[in-house]
T-cell receptor, first 114, second 112 residues
Framework: EAGVAQSPRYKIIEKRQSVAFWCNPI?????LYWYQQILGQGPKLLIQ????????DSQLPKDRFSAERLKGVDSTLKIQPAKLEDSAVYLCASSLARGNLPLHFGNGTRLTVT | DQQVKQNSPSLSVQEGRISILNCDYT??????FLWYKKYPAEGPTFLIS?????DKNEDGRFTVFLNKSAKHLSLHIVPSQPGDSAVYFC???????????FGKGTRLSVIA
């Protein structure tokens, strides 16, 4: 079974630029999550999708972050414009269904904002 | 306000000895707990979990203990091996109704 795929692995941008991350969950997994992990911290949920609908985006900074999962499979997370404090690893995770544990994580995208 | 706390940022253990990683939580609604292991440049991988109806769950060298009254859980690794060197995250959920909440992690170093 293929795992959660994420790209790119690394990205370096200047502040005020925009960036996008892509995630393809495990086949058949209806629930998809984006987490932000700042250095020295644990992963923090940004947004949760159930199929192509948003379940929880309460911690997503909506003035600059957006995410979509149009066909209920892969997902894109965008930051526009980026700030220095957005430097972090962005992790995508998936699960069979909402409430189904454990979550399966991808290897993440490390973003550096200079 | 941290709902899941791992108060030890790092732990160093000799190979063959026991590693004990601790985790405390504040939300009494949490009833399912997981430990994830993370190597550098990789995503967290699921290690072991425990439901609040149990106080112990064992899987090979890994055992998780849950003390609900103290809102405390611990992960025991015995015997510890150099390949266990990684960051360990404790995570909690309330029956999956809310997404996982993670602690800050504990970096375990197993010295040969």
């Amino acid at each position: 079974e293929a795992g959660v795929a994420q790209s790119p692995r690394y990205k370096i941008i200047e502040k005020r630029q925009s960036v996008a991350f892509w995630c393809n969950p495990i086949s058949g997994h209806a629930t998809l999550y984006w987490y932000q992990q700042i250095l020295g911290q644990g992963p923090k949920l940004l947004i949760q999708f159930q199929n192509n609908g948003v379940v929880d985006d309460s911690q997503l900074p909506k003035d600059r972050f957006s995410a979509e999962r149009l066909k209920g499979v892969d997902s894109t997370l965008k930051i526009q414009p980026a700030k220095l404090e957005d430097s972090a690893v962005y992790l995508c995770a998936s699960s069979l269904a909402r409430g189904n544990l454990p979550l399966h994580f991808g290897n993440g995208t490390r973003l550096t904002v200079t | 306000d941290q709902q899941v706390k791992q108060n030890s940022p790092s732990l160093s253990v000799q190979e063959g000895r026991i590693s004990i990683l601790n985790c405390d939580y504040t939300n009494s609604m949490f009833d399912y707990f997981l430990w994830y292991k993370k190597y550098p440049a990789e995503g967290p991988t699921f290690l072991i979990s425990i439901s609040s109806i149990k106080d112990k769950n064992e899987d090979g060298r890994f055992t998780v203990f849950l003390n609900k009254s103290a809102k405390h859980l611990s992960l025991h690794i015995v015997p510890s091996q150099p390949g266990d060197s990684a960051v360990y995250f404790c995570a909690a959920s309330d029956s999956g109704n809310t997404p996982l909440v993670f602690g800050k992690g504990t970096r375990l170093s197993v010295i040969a």
